[in-house]
């Protein structure tokens, strides 16, 4: 996809971080928007801010957790623009701590929005694009699912998180093999951020309560928030980069994007593990001490 002005994005997670991000970028572009997040006064901010620009811009509140309310923000869209051109599955939320201390409501919640929002964009999207591209010999299309570092690597006390953004991975690069299946002129990319200051480290105040915390959290997701914290703040590349560097790959279609390739070499030695049949690799064997941030934050320093 090389030409953006006056197509349609449909961005999730679009009221912060990398989605408002994206969304600016787009404006900028002359793209035409429609803007869903599950925090209303945050959507409605970043929509008034994309109007003032000269934007058109469509706000939807959806929680991409509920097939039905990905659905609407589907028809909104079509029913506002006639088609759909640009398809961002970038909402995202965190949670920590040791894997046998998270609770169901804790896999729900980060399973329901890093997974299942992708899933029933993936299904329900896609298909909508592919009528567009029917009726539109020219149409270009393309989908970028945001998934993270922590989809190629396995730090610990990331579980859940892990979980939800390796499937991620899996599901993006099935649908670029799907896509180049059938012809289909609408490309796909996963995106693999780092450490980037998006505030995903502060995803807890849009909690649902039906998935809400039933008990105080333990010394290992106090721990792993605090690293959070200072990972994600002290993050030198920044949102907006990261939108340049994912409208450039929409451009050339390229499928893996990186805000840090850096961090590669991590992912090679995963890699290499497998093959080899070797223990998985210390992810933080480089940076000690984080590792020892971590035992110390558990053991109540």
């Known amino acids: 996809m090389k030409n953006f002005q006056d197509k349609v994005a449909v961005i999730t997670g679009g009221a912060s971080g990398l989605g408002l991000e994206f969304a600016r970028l787009a404006a900028r572009l002359g793209m035409k928007l429609v803007l869903a997040d599950v925090q209303r006064d945050a959507l409605d901010a970043a929509c008034a801010e994309l109007a003032a620009g000269g934007a058109d811009v469509l706000a939807v509140p959806c929680d991409v957790r509920k ?104 599901l993006a690069e099935t649908l670029y093999h799907d896509l180049q299946l059938v012809g289909a002129p609408i490309g796909t990319s996963v995106l693999c951020p780092y450490f980037v200051p998006t505030g995903i480290n502060q995803s807890h105040r849009n909690r649902p309560d039906d998935v809400r915390m039933s008990a105080r959290p333990s010394a290992s997701q106090l721990a792993a928030q605090a690293l959070t914290d200072k990972a994600v703040g002290s993050g030198k590349v920044s949102a907006a980069a990261v939108a340049d560097l994912t409208f450039e790959a929409i451009r050339q279609g390229r499928f893996y994007i990186y805000s840090h390739p850096q961090a590669l070499g991590g992912v090679r030695e995963q890699m290499e593990s497998i093959v080899t049949q070797s223990n998985p690799p210390d992810p933080y064997r480089d940076t000690p001490q984080i590792t020892a941030m971590l035992r110390k934050k558990m053991e109540g320093g």
Request: with cysteine; charged share 15%.
């Open 67 to 170: 097939a039905e309310e990905v659905q609407a923000l589907a028809d909104a869209a079509m029913e506002k623009f006639g088609a759909v051109h640009l398809l961002f599955n970038n909402a995202g939320v965190g949670s920590g701590g040791l894997i046998w201390e998270n609770t169901v409501a804790d896999w729900e919640w980060v399973l329901g929005v890093n997974l299942w929002g992708v899933i029933h964009g993936v299904r329900i999207f896609t298909k909508l694009m592919l009528a567009c591209a029917q009726r539109d010999a020219a149409y270009e299309g393309h989908i970028v699912n945001t998934a993270s570092m922590a989809g190629l690597l396995n730090a610990p006390a990331m579980g859940v998180y892990n979980v939800s953004k390796h499937a991620v991975v899996s």
